[in-house]
């Protein structure tokens, strides 16, 4: 194994490469934890070449995490599903967490072990490493490193797609991530913070349509009476929704359209599916709402079990 601020041997496997810019610093993978990706904030206005726009599923966290480090908002970093990243960095680095708040600690090369907080700005010097536990409360936390992940786009973006297969493959134990240049300007705050989730039920705001006059006049009042619980067979794609049937007027089939990220489509079991940030660019099955988008950021830090309302947005 490479040693702190050395350079992995060739065929280290990984999106990285010794020719990609920033090679000088990097991270190495040790553990990915359920789930771990780059994401960045996507590949938007590709719908007309059957891409959509993929990227953070919280994207207002991936943005808090590199302000808080002067990075660009949409510079790549890694999106970790209910913790167990371990990461080692070579080359000092500045790093921000963002997401959901999750224990966090970070072990130097002597073996000093300290905690580091969330929306803050912290160290990981060279040969340190940073390990992530499971978070108390929400889903995603998104690990932002200053200079951003250098790893290769692909059409204009860093972020892996997971249903259509675009960008950087997910990373694995021995992959490395090359750490782009420090952008000019420098941190501002060493804290941000950020107001915490309140118990209960989770209420999200919906606009009705398109396709709400393909359901009975009762079934938009059901959906926004009668909680909703987050199913296990949910992902980046989207979260399928266990509770109260939504009964449909119209039978026939409904030739395919387009999707967004928020849209609550409805397929033949009556519950509905909500889609996230991998969703697909059409879908053949009505929507009779979509979340608002303040508060699809919310509904991509949802766990399976959770309950949660829709409500009619005002206006």
Partial sequence: MAGPGSRPEPGVTGPGSPGVAGWGRWLEVLATGPLATVQDLGRPGRGDLGVGRSGAADRGALRLANRLLANPEGAAALEVTLGGLKVRAHGDLIIALAGAPCPATVTDAAG?????????????????????????????????????????????SRATDIMAGLGPERPAPGAVLPVGPPPASFPVVDLAPVPQSHPGEPVLEILPGPRDDWFTAEALKVLCSEPYEVTADSNRVGMRLDG???????????????????????????????FLADHPVTGGYPVIAVVCTRDVDRAAQLRPGQRIRFRRAPG
């Fill in 244 to 274: 109260p049937c939504l009964e449909r007027v119209r039978q026939e089939e409904l030739p395919p359209e387009g999707m967004v990220p928020g849209a609550l489509q409805v397929p033949p079991s009556g519950r509905p599916t909500l």
């Fill in 112 to 156: 000093r072990t300290r905690g580091i907080g969330h929306q803050s700005v912290e160290s990981l010097p060279d040969g340190a490493t940073l390990r992530l536990r499971v978070p108390k409360r929400g889903l995603r936390t998104y690990v932002a490193v200053r200079g951003g992940l250098d790893v290769p786009e692909v059409l204009g």
